[in-house]
């Protein structure tokens, strides 16, 4: 598949960050930043920025913030054409946070919402792009949006907000390729002046298909982490992407050697990829949380029980 | 997805065979039958039927000969609405070691050929049809077939053979849903009396989304093993298949259970599952061989060598 408009986001150090409390130290970031920029991505995604009056830095590392000079440091001396991002949560952030864009290394602001905070994720973006950054709202959780609030959401989107990328997130792992042409469909509909965006995590093995099919049915920005890190099953593995996008300017190599030196070992450290109490949990159309708190008791490896647990959950 | 056409096969012990040399110990075949039974899956493939003449008993498990008496052990007293089938590989049975059906416990025969073969595989699936079996051929290397010769063999096949069923087996793991989409519509051109089947693998994260793009075009057909084991990154995951099927006869808890018992401390000893060398040779639309050589090396996790060594291989 190759055309040109497509623009691949690497979201390792961001995604991957949910599952260390965004503990990454600089050279691991660095060597991600080093791969990502050597492959041709057109973007990466650093962490986050949250307000430290309202998320405690005792309780996160320093990628949930995203400081301007801790970016800095990490970047220091690479070449690289590849921009830069940071997301931003409705609510964990206050606007004094977001510099004009010339003071800032950082390009792009995604701020990610649900649907019930569209308005809010619309002052905030709006808020970014007047500061000089490129915005994008990403809608999570999008398996559960009530078709009709989510109609509203996307007008509302196209005729008030400056995003120029609105995004589907499959924050469960929940969707199909047919939902997936669903809401690609419905997100053409109503943004003509947007593009739309594809976020998919990997919990039914289908991060990686669904973003296929978002990119068939139009989608322009997609996303992707090395070696599928990220929370739960994680997230579209950036090298199958990149191996499938015919771009010439995708260089596969860089990637392949940092997996190698860096993700092998520290999947030995921390846990993501295809588990099955992951696939439990979104083919309910439900957060992963509770398999991750799972995965943490002597219980983990019961699936028929956890199976089962899930099922007596559901009440009317 | 609820069509009551659709026939599911577990091919676990057979292809997951393929990475032990079919040395599988009877109480492992018997939980395998016993939950894949309880499951409601509609076949089971226990193995190939080869004949000893021509592969070496001292060099493969039981399971590669399926000898009616280890066969009737294995399932002794399982209570099972679940059919019987075994594999055979044209050029690898005679005749004469495919017994009449009514003498046997199998109920399926499934010949694997390469398009070249088709005369040859024809051949056999009558033998077996007319020895009272389901027969079906299954068309293995699929994603390397000419387009030319593959409307041939599927004529041919039409035409002479009594298969009731003939199979897109994606043996690289090298096919995306539009090839998916392609090979179906083709097989269903030509093939107006019988089923098409789908068998998957891994090897890009895509053997569980290509089962159900198969089943969105009309296969009836599919093909799963539990907790995708199989040749190199392994098969569509039976258990993402059965969350997927709402036919009300499945049921995934047997396959949750044993997936702890048996599959967890199974894969401690032997490989399968994504893994990079994998995704490299089905990029390239290789048979895994190479990359299962690889895994055997120091070298097992050198991966931008393995994939500079695959891109210097492609020559004129």
């Known amino acids: 598949m190759y055309r040109e408009e497509i623009k691949v986001l690497d979201c390792t150090v961001r995604d991957g960050g949910l599952i260390n409390d965004h503990y990454f130290d600089d050279e691991f970031v660095r060597e991600v930043y080093k791969a990502v920029s050597a492959a041709g991505v057109d973007y990466i995604e650093i962490g986050y920025r949250c307000s430290r009056s309202i998320m405690s830095p005792d309780k996160f590392g320093k990628w949930k913030f995203c400081d301007e000079d801790d970016i800095r440091r990490a970047i ?5 054409d ?5 997301m931003v949560d409705v609510g964990r952030v206050e606007k004094k946070d977001i510099l004009p864009c010339k003071d800032s290394v950082i ?15 619309i002052d905030l973006v709006n808020e970014a792009v007047e500061k000089g950054y490129e915005g994008t709202v990403n809608i999570m959780a999008i398996s559960r949006a009530a ?20 995004y589907i997130v499959d924050s469960f792992g929940a969707l199909y390729s047919e939902s997936v042409d669903h809401l690609v469909s419905k997100y053409k509909k109503f943004l003509k002046t947007k593009e739309v965006g594809m976020h998919a995590h990997n919990n039914q093995q289908l991060g990686y298909a669904n973003t296929i099919q978002g990119i068939i049915d139009g989608c322009n920005f997609v996303d992707g982490t090395i070696y599928g890190i990220g929370r739960a099953a994680g997230n579209c ?9 015919k771009n010439p300017k995708f260089d596969l190599r860089p990637v392949m050697e940092v997996i190698s030196r860096e993700f092998l070992p520290l999947r030995q450290k921390i846990e993501w990829g295809y588990l099955i109490p992951y696939a439990i949990t979104a083919m309910f159309n439900e957060h992963p949380r509770v398999a991750m708190a799972l ?10 029980e956890f199976l089962e647990s899930m099922s007596a959950m559901e009440v009317d």
Chains 1, 2 share one sequence.
């Open 76 to 80: 220091d001396g690479i070449e690289s």
């Open 82 to 86: 590849t921009k830069i991002s940071v």
């Open 107 to 121: 390009d792009m602001i995604r701020v990610a919402t649900y649907v019930k905070d569209i308005d809010k994720a």
């Open 147 to 166: 078709d009709n609030e989510l109609d509203e959401a996307l007008a509302q989107l196209e005729a008030e907000s400056r995003a120029s990328v609105v």
């Open 237 to 245: 593995p950036l090298e199958l992407l990149i191996g499938f996008l």
């Open 295 to 304: 995965r943490k008791t002597p219980d983990k490896d019961n699936y028929r």
